[in-house]
């Protein structure tokens, strides 16, 4: 009787630390990404698409930086017999974009630049916005700094979209949850980096890979 209590509190202790440990964590990364979004930023990501043989369909690059809402990105799309090239940017709430060999920056939207194969949507100052206004669950991991990223809805996991898009499987879906991992820098509480590897019910695989750091000029990273 007195065992059964005892391992019965002790399993009670340790479901109540994780619990809490976990809360913490939600509020740690939630602050943490809002604070990166409200710093200036320089960062590259990429996310590549892999058929169920492992040949890629789609390999898009991001380099960029960021001031509030305002962001200047190079777009590099690489899909199966196409290639795309452009610098986008934001500025007043309005899409810029200009292409190779020209000088002038052109209105353009959101639409149109997918419509030219440049994936904006998916860009890592758009996809932090993104999950900032999700439901998440947020957990802790055995390494420090990071933590794991639950998405609930599997319909609005970043880049699912594409997935779809460049299969032509409408129903395609992630065969597991998916998790987002972060890693957030100590020394200014901002995202250093996130990660997320996604495996779809048709065999197809979805990488997704970002690094940050803070402008130059700015408080530097110390790492």
């Known amino acids: 009787m007195i065992r059964t209590l005892v391992s019965s509190t002790i399993i009670l202790v340790l479901f109540t630390a994780c619990s809490i440990a976990d809360k913490d964590a939600s509020t740690v990364v939630k602050d943490t990404i809002e604070k990166t979004l409200d710093q200036p930023s320089v960062w590259h990501g990429s996310y ?3 058929s169920e043989r492992g040949s890629t369909l789609l390999h898009v690059k991001y380099d960029g930086e960021h001031d509030g809402d305002e962001y200047t990105m190079s777009i590099d799309t690489q899909g199966t017999g196409f290639g795309t090239l452009a610098e986008v940017k934001r500025e007043n709430d309005e899409i810029y974009i200009k292409l190779p060999k020209s000088g002038n920056w052109q209105k353009t939207t959101a639409q149109d630049l997918k419509m030219l194969g440049l994936d904006f949507a998916n860009s890592p100052i758009e996809l932090a916005k993104s999950l ?3 439901d998440l669950t947020i957990q802790t991991t055995d390494r420090q700094n990071v933590y794991k990223i639950l998405v609930k809805d599997e319909k609005k996991l970043p880049g699912t979209e594409k ?4 299969t032509g499987i409408e129903d395609v ?11 957030v820098n100590p020394n200014n509480q901002t995202v250093r980096s996130l990660h997320m590897s996604v495996v779809y019910t048709d065999g197809s695989t979805l990488w997704y890979d970002v690094h940050l750091e803070r402008s130059k000029g700015d408080e530097k990273d110390s790492n």
């Open 48 to 50: 590549i698409v892999k």
């Open 132 to 134: 900032r206004e999700r």
């Open 163 to 166: 997935v779809v898009e460049v």
């Open 173 to 183: 879906a992630p065969i597991d949850p998916a998790e987002i991992f972060v890693e």
